[in-house]
Nanobody
């Protein structure tokens, strides 16, 4: 099982970006996907997650209404400087979770930098 997040880059405040999570070794629809981020000098935190069937989605309060998850894609809209972070995708069997320790499979992160 391998994952790789990509699609990060430099974006101006108010702009949009699409992050992708390339998966291999399993069928993505059989796994819950979580997106986490780690800002400079801070711990890693949940951004969003989606259940294996796609019927249940969660968003952190800080991104609600601006970010959207669709399986292995995370759409960032109206980004702000505080969204600057390394973004990681992770996968697990069973139901989705906001707890990073519940995810056994992780990809390397992709850096999103938002300029003001």
């Amino acid at each position: 099982v391998q994952l790789q997040a990509f699609g990060g880059g430099l974006v101006q405040a108010g702009g949009s970006l699409r992050l992708s999570c390339a998966v291999s070794g399993f069928k993505s629809e059989h796994y819950a996907i979580g997106w986490f981020r780690q800002a400079p000098g801070k711990g890693r935190e949940i951004v969003s997650c989606i259940s294996a069937g796609g019927g249940r989605k969660y968003y952190a309060d800080s991104v609600k209404g601006r970010f959207s998850i669709d399986r292995e894609y995370l759409y960032l809209d109206k980004v702000q400087p505080e969204d600057t972070a390394v973004y990681y995708c992770a996968a697990k069997t069973g139901i989705s979770s906001v707890t990073q320790a519940d995810y056994p499979y992780w990809g390397q992160g992709t850096l999103v930098t938002v300029s003001s």
